[in-house]
């Protein structure tokens, strides 16, 4: 996520705003577990997967609310 962002900025981001930095680290944990679990290597039930699944794309659409307000005040 923000991959294609000035590094610089999504850093920057990280540390001023805690919100931005629980949600970006939660976002990255919950990527890594559903990946697991899609490819096979890590079994979780199906019903809990999609409670995951739900949480990382709210975790998602909260960091992009955030990030473009940050970007909207720069301009």
Do not use: T
Request: charged share 40%; hydrophobic share 35%.
């Amino acid at each position: 996520m923000f991959e294609n962002q000035q590094r610089d900025d999504v850093e920057a981001l990280l540390k001023a705003d805690a919100e931005f930095r629980r949600l970006y680290q939660r976002h990255r944990e919950l990527d890594s577990k559903v990946h697991d679990a899609d490819i096979g290597v890590l079994p979780i039930p199906e019903a809990k997967l999609s409670v995951m699944k739900r949480e990382k794309l709210y975790a998602k659409d909260r960091l992009q609310r955030i990030w473009d307000a940050k970007m909207q005040r720069r301009h």
